[in-house]
């Protein structure tokens, strides 16, 4: 796309740089707490700063609302090796708004570790980085786009019948209350749906994906998302040459805190699930076979791939880090959808509600934050080694 190029609303720039880490090459890497930042404006600023020390351009797409704070918001993108790479590896931030301060963090720590730039470059391999692809949830402390749609639950052909989530139907007042906080009558609502049809059943209603409630949690929208657009654009510019795609999506607010677990992210595929394997080990989980904790969803964000980049042999995971347990971030989740629907909440309570929904996808401690890194990078480091075997 040339610049000025209309793109559903936004606009998109480059940044005209370039580099390769040359041999020998060394960058002021900061402590591992330094990729992490407070605010969507200080980690889009800080993956500026990362790119422009690697000597990389940036590809912006302007999203057509202002942040939090008045800031201009974008899905920022660099492409780390060439357009005629066999092999690219996108590594993607922020799907859903709030937990692109981890994304964002691994994102600025795989750009300033020259090691791994230039095993990439020794194998042929280009490093996409997609930074913050729902900027206003990252920005506005949500986790959903402007539309309130769950990115993740947003790919769908609406010309036809959306997928019914009759669990969601049945507990939607439950969910998200009149009131909040929710009364005893109410939790006792969802807890007796749990235990007639088990906490899975449970979790699947909650967060599979719904397309009835607008005003409910993981609602997945009646059309595409500004989002949606966006990447779609940014797969259709960088990765229909390439033979072989591997995509690493970090998301947190499942599992033990601080773990990553590697969730298989496409079809359900036996051979493509033993490609995922065979990249980042036995450990990788799977929505179809219930080894993982997320449930199965609908909607999901990779399929576009299989439209977008038909060429292409395709792998991917997402990367999810724990943070809090699986009940607190679904409250989480539910008092900010509530503030949604009440913009007349007082503001200690928008407060209070605010710091809940950051704290369940952002662990701000150098500990969690040092998990995150070192697990961002092996998990990149494998896709590159994988990418490297094939040739």
Request: glycine content about 10%; hydrophobic content about 40%; proline content about 4%.
């Amino acid at each position: 796309m040339a610049e000025g190029t209309a793109l559903s609303g936004a606009s998109v720039e480059r940044t005209a740089m370039s580099g390769t880490p040359a041999e020998g090459a060394a960058m002021d890497s900061p402590p591992v707490d330094g990729y992490f930042a407070q605010t969507y404006a200080e980690a889009r600023q800080k993956f500026l700063n990362a790119a422009a020390r690697a000597q990389l351009s940036v590809q912006t797409s302007w999203h057509p609302q202002k942040g939090r704070d008045g800031e201009l918001l974008a899905l920022d993108v660099v492409r780390d090796g060439p357009t005629s790479a066999r092999s690219v590896l996108i590594v993607s931030s922020a799907c859903h708004g709030a937990e692109g301060f981890c994304g964002s963090g691994v994102q600025g720590a795989l750009l300033a570790d020259v090691a791994f730039r230039r095993a990439a470059a020794a194998a042929g391999i280009a490093v996409l980085y997609l930074h913050a692809l729902n900027p206003y949830g990252f920005s506005w402390l949500r986790r959903t786009t402007h539309e309130n749609v769950d990115l993740n639950r947003n790919f769908h052909h609406f010309s036809a019948a959306l997928p019914h989530n009759a669990g969601y139907d049945e507990l939607a007042a439950a969910i998200v209350p009149e009131v909040w906080p929710p009364t005893a009558d109410n939790e006792a609502v969802l807890t007796a749906y749990g235990a007639t049809h088990g906490m899975g059943a449970l979790q699947a209603a909650f967060s599979g994906g719904q397309y009835q409630h607008a005003n409910g949690v993981f609602y997945g929208g009646t059309a595409p998302t500004w989002s949606q657009h966006a990447l779609r654009a940014v797969l259709r510019e960088h990765a229909q040459r390439c033979r072989r795609l591997l995509w690493i999506d970090l998301h947190t607010g499942l599992g033990p805190s601080g773990h990553g677990e590697k969730i298989y992210a496409g079809r359900d595929d036996a051979a493509a699930v033993a490609r995922a394997k065979a990249i980042w080990g036995n450990e990788v989980t799977s929505i179809y076979d219930g080894s993982s904790s997320s449930a199965k969803l609908s909607g999901l964000m990779w399929s576009c791939v299989f439209e977008d980049c038909v060429q292409a042999e395709y792998t991917g995971i997402a990367l999810e880090y724990g943070t809090l347990p699986l009940m607190e971030v679904f409250n989480a989740l539910r008092a900010d959808q509530w503030l949604q629907n009440h913009p007349e909440a007082p503001p200690v309570q928008h407060a209070a509600i605010k710091r809940q929904l950051r704290d369940a996808f952002y662990t701000d401690t150098p500990v969690w934050k040092a998990q995150i890194v070192e697990q961002g990078l092996a998990a990149a480091r494998q896709a590159v080694a994988g990418l490297s075997r094939k040739g």
